[in-house]
């Protein structure tokens, strides 16, 4: 069983930069591609950002390309997604993601993840 949770996520207010964390406890999550999506109510659940395992590629977005930052910290054991000047339209449920299995990339795809965490809730209000 991996047991990893998304933290950092709260109010934040137009314009402001917000960091969501998804840690991760019992093994080393740098070995494994993480994801980070969002569902705001009554949308689709859609791909911000993933990192690939080691050191391997990032990839973003479209919509919010030039907003977002995507790191690892191993000492930690944790990868970092900064938002940066947030819009009302970010407002939603963000999850991370984990995918287990062969590959040294990561992908925005949902169905490629197997394992989720619960979530966090990132509020902007107007």
């Known amino acids: 069983q991996l047991t990893f949770w998304e933290s950092g996520g709260g109010l934040a207010q137009p314009g402001e930069s917000l960091k969501l964390n998804c840690v991760a406890f019992?093994?080393?999550?740098?070995?494994?591609?993480v994801g980070w999506f969002r569902q705001a109510p009554g949308k689709e659940r859609e791909g911000i950002s993933c990192?690939?395992?080691?050191?391997?590629?990032?990839r973003f977005g479209e919509f919010a390309k030039g907003r977002l930052s995507i790191s690892r910290n191993n000492a930690l054991n944790m990868v970092q997604l900064q938002i940066g000047n947030l819009k009302l339209e970010d407002a939603a449920e963000y999850y991370c993601?984990?995918?287990?299995?062969?590959?040294?990339?990561?992908?925005?795809?949902?169905?490629?993840?197997?394992?989720w965490g619960q979530g966090t809730q990132v509020t902007v209000p107007s």
């Open positions: 990192i690939s395992p080691r050191g391997g590629p990032t």
């Open positions: 019992g093994f080393t999550l740098d070995d494994y591609a």
């Open positions: 993601a984990l995918h287990i299995g062969q590959g040294a990339y990561c992908d925005l795809a949902s169905s490629w993840y197997t394992h």
